[in-house]
T-cell receptor, first 117, second 112 residues
Framework: DVKVTQSSRYLVKRTGEKVFLECVQD?????MFWYRQDPGLGLRLIYF???????EKGDIPEGYSVSREKKERFSLILESASTNQTSMYLC????????????????FGPGTRLTVL | GQNIDQPTEMTATEGAIVQINCTYQ??????LFWYQQHAGEAPTFLSY????GLEEKGRFSSFLSRSKGYSYLLLKELQMKDSASYLC?????????????FGKGTMLLVSP
């Protein structure tokens, strides 16, 4: 079974703090993703990584950065947390590009509910 | 860009059949996924369609029409545990990285 774990289920931080969210997968997946999920807005992609030390911006990268020093670990960093970053953060992983038509679904971690006060 | 639409909420009765629709307008297409997400939990993969037609998996089926930009998820013999949010997502090959764009999700409430 694929397992994607996230460092915390719940986190409370203060405005201006630096926040680290960590994600680990155990399936040797090439791709890893960070999303945030908000009511009425759905899942939105923040950043993704297709290889160690490689990263690409998603749809809403502003205010976030990422780090992938090892294949199994992908970190999301909020340099200076703000109240509008209060959200559910979901990490996911998948295999890299396969032939057209292959499933290659994303597997999600349990999520971290971050509250910024 | 991608635009994916699905109804916000649906209600149904235990034992019934429900169909959740998803329409999409995308610059490219390499598959459509359905995920199920219970409240407070991670999304879990339900189905994948890349060719036109119906894919069946037990009580769940998913249909795709690429020419119409349309998919549906059909849930039969509804159970209370099927109360969840159902997410439609499209994969765009243009990105080259297997990224998905998700719809906002359809909250399904199954009542006794």
């Amino acid at each position: 079974d694929v397992k994607v774990t996230q460092s915390s289920r719940y986190l409370v931080k203060r405005t201006g703090e630096k926040v680290f969210l960590e994600c680990v997968q155990d399936m040797d997946h090439e791709n890893m993703f960070w999303y945030r999920q908000d009511p009425g807005l759905g899942l939105r992609l923040i950043y993704f990584s297709y290889d160690v030390k490689m990263k690409e911006k998603g749809d809403i990268p502003e205010g976030y950065s990422v780090s992938r020093e090892k294949k199994e670990r992908f970190s999301l960093i909020l340099e200076s947390a703000s109240t509008n970053q209060t959200s559910m953060y979901l990490c996911a992983s998948s295999w890299g590009w396969r032939e057209w038509g292959s499933y290659n679904e994303q597997f999600f971690g349990p999520g971290t509910r971050l509250t910024v006060l | 860009g991608q635009n994916i639409d699905q109804p916000t909420e649906m209600t149904a009765t235990e034992g019934a059949i429900v169909q959740i629709n998803c329409t999409y307008q995308t610059s490219g297409f390499n598959g459509l996924f359905w995920y199920q997400q219970h409240a407070g939990e991670a999304p879990t993969f339900l189905s994948y369609n890349v060719l036109d037609g119906l894919e069946e998996k037990g009580r769940f089926s998913s249909f795709l029409s690429r020419s119409k930009g349309y998919s549906y998820l059909l849930l039969k013999e509804l159970q209370m545990k099927d109360s969840a949010s159902y997410l439609c997502a499209v994969r765009d090959p243009g990105s080259g990285y297997s990224t998905l764009t998700f719809g906002k999700g359809t909250m399904l409430l199954v009542s006794p």
